[in-house]
Nanobody
């Protein structure tokens, strides 16, 4: 069983930056990890994923070039650095753990543990 706790979400102005963290209670070093988001009234949306070693990363087109996913296996933590934030980035952001190590997928069914989310609000 893995428990995930996201943090770092807050109100930020357009063009600003935030770094989200997701700390895991269990060992996640052998698993791919992902970030997702859900805006009010919209479906959950894939943001980014990273392989167990950090050697492979996969981004949604909407965040490519602005967001960076990284991980620290010694700390059982995954991060999402968000730069050049836009109002459309406003959402609750969730981290998730995949049972696989290197297969990076935008399909939520490929992830079996989820955090409770952290709110990011980008104000114009």
């Amino acid at each position: 069983q893995v428990q995930l706790v996201e943090s770092g979400g807050e109100l930020v102005q357009v063009g600003g930056s935030l770094r989200l963290s997701c700390a895991a209670s269990g060992r996640i070093s052998e698993h791919a990890l992902g970030w997702w988001r859900r805006a009010a009234g919209k479906e959950r949306e894939f943001v980014a994923a990273i392989s167990w070693s950090g050697g492979s990363r996969y981004y949604a087109d909407s965040v490519k070039g602005r967001f960076t996913i990284s991980r620290d296996n010694a700390k059982n933590t995954v991060y999402l650095q968000m730069n050049s934030l836009k109002p459309e980035d406003t959402a609750v952001y969730y981290c998730a753990v995949s049972p696989r190590s290197s297969y990076l997928s935008p399909d939520p069914a490929m992830y079996n543990y989820w955090g409770q989310g952290t709110q990011v609000t980008v104000s114009s």
